[in-house]
């Protein structure tokens, strides 16, 4: 039986509220018990004000105990884990009674631990977020979404691509940057393989490549607390925004893309009406205030970061080209051969058309490493010299008969295949 101050309060909150759910929430109790003594009071057969005495529960006796294990585990422990550990204790009653004193536990535990969110009071020119979105499918493959998120203005960016590799994700924070007229300080995306390879004494260790593109265009690309959303809301939301407007869903009725040009079209229309229309909390349109953040923008590059176009691949003095992803090599054709070495970047695959190196065995295989080796003993004239960054070579003619080549011997009869950095 509740006290004479409980039934007060609970005919207070239904005064309040008229309602016995939220007279029920706002006492703390069932709405059940808020009709009991709402329907005693309307029939005049209300208790007097004498408090009975608390009745004693079987579990009052282990409640220091749970409270123990509720700090100890950070409020994490289960009711069958503690139902388990007092019945070794002698406790004699129910699960459903441990589970009940469990979640009071609980709620007063995280009551003076609970995070308290704060507005975000950003500067101009300062923060922009990055994150992911599953678009749609188009001819039964994936889309996905990238959304940045200017945060003082509010202005959005959603771009569709096919994947999340490294590459795209440059192009799209260069296609984002030159979509708000500037750069800002700092970048705030994901733990991604693609932009941290992993934590060190719980500080994140950027991916080299990303590195480069913050030197690039100066920017400092950092990473928010791992498995914590809301550290990044901003784009957390437009995330969610673009999902409802894009992805077809039985919520939106929206049809099936037929081609990638639709989805492109629409991403385009979405971005003009949330840009356009009136934020609800600026109550400013973030294309009218984009003009004004971006005098506090820093100054971006003319050339995007090249790896935004594809695989670097360089062309090295051993007249093949090494791409850095695929790890592949490939000959040269002769007009490349003289160039001697060059790196490039290329929006177009490896050139299946030339075959690739095949590997020499031990026995063929040159006494240095990146040599070429001869197999015929035939004479050819002298090459011009290659430049080759701080050094220079000569390519030394071959030996014109197997007596000028016995001194490299290998005490066989037949002329050995020469190891010669041709």
């Not at 060190?200 to 991916?207: C, E, L, N, P, T």
Request: charged fraction near 25%; proline fraction near 7%.
């Amino acid at each position: 039986m509740k006290s004479y101050e409980e039934i007060m309060e609970i005919l207070e909150a239904f005064a309040l509220t008229s309602s016995y759910r939220a007279a029920g929430e706002l006492a703390g109790c069932s709405h059940h018990t808020v009709e009991h003594w709402v329907t005693m009071r309307d029939n005049g057969v209300l208790p007097d004000g004498v408090t009975p005495p608390e009745r004693v529960k079987l579990i009052d006796g282990f409640m220091p105990k749970i409270e123990e294990w509720v700090e100890r585990s950070n409020g994490r422990v289960r009711g069958d884990v503690v139902f388990d550990k007092l019945v070794g204790l002698g406790y004699a009653g129910s699960d459903r009674t441990v589970r009940r004193a469990l979640a009071a536990v609980k709620l007063n535990w995280r009551a003076d631990r609970r995070r308290v969110f704060r507005p975000w009071v950003v500067e101009p020119g300062m923060w922009a977020q990055w994150d992911w979105g599953h678009g749609p499918k188009i001819g039964g493959r994936q889309t996905y979404l990238f959304c940045a998120w200017l945060a003082w203005c509010r202005f959005r960016v959603v771009l569709p691509v096919w994947d999340k590799t490294l590459p795209t994700v440059i192009s799209c924070l260069d296609r984002s940057m030159r979509a708000f007229g500037g750069v800002p300080t700092y970048w705030l995306t994901d733990n991604e393989k693609t932009v941290s390879t992993g934590h060190v004494a719980g500080i994140a260790a950027r991916h080299p490549l990303i590195v480069q593109v913050g030197h690039h265009y100066g920017v400092t690309v950092t990473t928010c607390v791992p498995a914590d959303p809301e550290t990044k809301g901003g784009v957390e939301r437009t995330v969610q925004i673009a999902k409802a407007d894009l992805v077809p869903t039985d919520t939106n009725l929206l049809d099936n893309y037929g081609s990638w040009v639709e989805l492109v079209e629409a991403c385009a229309g979405f971005m003009v009406k949330v840009n356009d229309r009136e934020h609800r909390i600026t109550r400013r349109a973030p294309i009218e205030m984009l003009t004004e953040e971006q005098t506090r923008l820093h100054r971006l590059p003319d050339a995007a970061f090249t790896a935004a176009f594809g695989e670097t691949r360089k062309v090295s003095w051993t007249s093949t080209i090494s791409f850095r992803v695929s790890r592949i090599r490939f000959r040269t054709p002769s007009p490349i051969r003289s160039c001697g070495s060059v790196s490039m970047a290329t929006r177009s695959s490896p050139p299946t058309s030339l075959p690739p190196v095949r590997s020499r065995s031990p026995a063929t295989r040159g006494r240095h490493r990146g040599t070429r080796a001869l197999t015929t003993p035939t004479a050819r004239p002298a090459q011009p010299v290659l430049s080759l960054g701080n050094r220079s070579r000569r390519t030394q003619p071959k030996p014109s008969s197997w007596a000028s080549a016995k001194g490299h011997g290998c005490g066989s009869s037949k002329p050995p295949q020469l190891a010669h950095r041709g």
